[in-house]
């Protein structure tokens, strides 16, 4: 893994999304974590220092909602996003009280994605760091008008106190 990126788990029991969105957010600089079911995302994350993950709702084993609940009770700090096809509101109310940061629906539009995960990340760094939401703002006035690569660069160095 390369220090310099966030580390995303993404956790999809069907292999062709799960190989797709890899790759895409690989090349948009991040360093996955892939794995099909929600057992192999705890052990991932007691493996690997995660910074945010992408979780689908239905998996056999332990589903997405279980996963949740048990990153969430481990690691405080790390934001979890729900991608799911299957979803519905009570579901969604379900997760976000357990702690989801965001819940959206499959398929969902990269940039929508890229934004929800620069989002969460950025939530991650301000719990972490104690920062209130308009210090934040200041911080990121640096890199308005930088790409979205630039922007999740500029709060991967605040995260990492560089």
């Known amino acids: 893994m390369q220090e310099n990126r966030i580390n995303l788990l993404i956790v999809d029991d069907e292999e062709q999304f799960l190989n797709a969105i890899s790759k895409r957010l ?52 790390m934001e979890i996003v729900i991608l799911t096809g299957h979803g519905s509101i009570e579901s969604a109310v379900e997760c976000t009280q357990s702690g989801a940061y965001s819940y959206l629906q499959k398929p969902c539009e990269l940039d929508t994605l890229l934004e929800v995960l620069t989002n969460a990340y950025k939530k991650k760094i301000m719990n972490r760091k ?31 106190g560089e």
């Open 26 to 77: 690989s090349v948009r600089g991040f360093n996955v974590i892939a794995v099909d079911r929600g057992e192999k995302a705890i052990a991932a994350a007691k493996e690997h220092p995660i910074d945010i993950a992408l979780v689908d709702l239905k998996m056999p084993g332990i589903n997405g909602e279980e996963t949740l609940k048990a990153l969430k009770q481990e690691y405080k700090w």
């Open 130 to 160: 104690n920062i209130d939401e308009k210090k934040m703002e200041e911080l990121m006035k640096v890199a308005l008008g930088d790409s979205p690569r630039d922007i999740l660069d500029s709060l991967r160095k605040l995260d990492k």
